[in-house]
């Protein structure tokens, strides 16, 4: 993950993995899924309707990651010194191909 570790942990309860670009305790939401997408959308609505102005938004690119869950190669470049989560190269979990349909639909709910 980004915050140093794995990025899956079970959850104990449904005995399930889940996947989280940084913390355990903020699992990643399934972008690709029309429902948590009118549901996120819901919340831009449910607070732009009680006069906020705009959300800052951290990240974006790691809305959308490889559907296959590929892992990201390892950075042949890196060194010791380096924060860990650059010891691979983002190549599948951040910033794939789908990320513009997810920000324009974003960017519709705030126009």
Do not use: C
């Amino acid at each position: 993950s980004q915050a140093g570790g794995i990025a899956w942990t079970l959850d104990e309860a449904t005995g399930q993995y889940y996947y989280h670009a940084f913390l355990a305790s903020q699992p990643d939401l399934n972008w690709r899924n029309p429902e948590v997408r009118a549901a996120m959308h819901d919340v831009l609505r449910f607070w732009l309707d009680r006069g906020v102005d705009g959300f800052r938004v951290d990240v974006l690119w790691h809305l959308a990651k490889d559907p296959g869950f590929r892992d990201d190669p390892a950075n042949p470049n890196y060194r010791d010194s380096e924060p860990p989560f650059m010891r691979v190269l983002p190549q599948y979990s951040a910033d794939h191909a789908d990320m513009i349909e997810i920000a324009t639909g974003l960017r519709r709910v705030l126009d």
